[in-house]
């Protein structure tokens, strides 16, 4: 078959992108870049930013799927995935439950735990609630440094990195900008890892690792999507048997929630003893020029424009069929 008719097979394409999240800026340069990728495949590929077109809009375009290129609040939460299920639209990435479980790193990191996957020590604070003895008590029980994260959000938004008790307060009221809770993390001291994972269930699979090395330790919004000083290594200079169970535990991460189609899972690996500790992670990740998911599946020989076409072919619809009664 050639890829005309190939690409034929998706009928009318929508790519979502922009949306209202504090990630919207990101997410516009996913979009572009996800929308020129299907349409050089021949794919009737059209853009919809949600911010500025309502569901009706949505459902009036009569799209045959689409393709989720929002990031965080409103395209990464389930909130949307809920709305495209009543419109009766496959969709790219994660069902309702799994995109919302996901989004929420306290939730995520609870449920790794009872899967006995390894993630950073952590407290939960109320962001309106939390008094300074409390802040001096998670110091004082998680040792200096810490981080501070909203566990809602992503793209390093909302995320302080703590040295002293000095710091916690304003660390804290800068995290509670964004969140009702604040996830108080254990800083793991060691090299920055992230991992892809395509498809789901027994199928699947994990890309190669890459290996984040930012300027000063600093992975921050700058140098995540602008910075030309951020190294990216991929594959990650590991050894083949950690490189593998590396990639085992972010399998076992990904399906512990129920993800599917795609998503980075991201992981500190701790210096002193190469111990691999879960973060975090992203079912729609980012696909900018800076992105990580793209970078890994060229090391395994799959273009942006490929990648793109088989995310794309994973959408579908969670509650496809009616139970009968």
């Keep these: 078959m050639n890829e005309k008719n190939d690409a034929g097979k998706f009928g009318k394409v929508g790519v979502l992108f922009g949306g209202r999240s504090a990630e919207r800026e990101v997410s516009l340069m996913s979009g572009a870049g996800v929308l020129k990728a299907l349409q050089s495949k021949g794919i009737d590929a059209h853009g919809f930013d949600p911010a500025e077109r309502s569901l009706a809009e949505l459902a009036a375009e009569k799209f045959d799927r689409v393709f989720i290129a929002l990031h965080g609040r409103f395209g990464e939460d389930g909130s949307l995935q ?9 969709y790219t990435g994660s069902g309702v439950m799994a995109s919302a479980i996901a989004m929420d790193k306290i939730m995520s990191k609870r449920i790794w ?29 998680l040792g200096f440094p810490l981080m501070l994260k909203a566990p809602h959000e992503g793209s390093t938004i909302g995320i302080s990195k703590i040295n002293d008790h000095a710091g916690m307060r304003t660390g804290f009221d800068d995290c509670a900008r964004y969140d009702e809770m604040i996830l108080a993390e254990e800083f793991v001291t060691g090299r920055e890892l992230t991992v892809p994972v395509l498809s789901c269930g027994r199928s699947a699979q994990a890309l190669p690792i890459v290996e984040i090395r930012a300027p000063q330790g600093n992975y921050d919004y700058h140098n995540k999507y602008f910075s030309d000083e951020t190294q990216y290594l991929c594959p990650a200079p590991l050894d083949e048997a950690l490189a593998k169970g590396i990639q085992s535990i972010a399998v076992r991460a990904f399906n512990a929630l129920g993800a599917k189609g795609w998503a980075r899972i991201d992981f500190m690996l701790r210096a002193t003893d190469n111990e691999p500790f879960l973060l975090e992670i992203n079912s729609s990740p980012g696909m900018t020029g800076h992105s990580l998911v793209p970078m890994s599946a060229k ?27």
Excluded: W
């Design 299 to 325: 090391a395994a020989g799959i273009s942006y424009e490929d990648l793109c076409v088989q995310i794309l072919s994973s959408a579908s619809l969670e509650l496809s069929t009616t139970p009968k009664i």
């Design 113 to 141: 735990l009872s899967h006995g996957l390894p993630t950073p020590r952590f407290i939960e604070l109320d962001a309106h609630a939390t008094t300074d003895e409390e802040l001096r008590n998670a110091g004082d029980t």
């Design 82 to 90: 809920g709305a495209l299920e009543q419109l009766g639209i496959p």
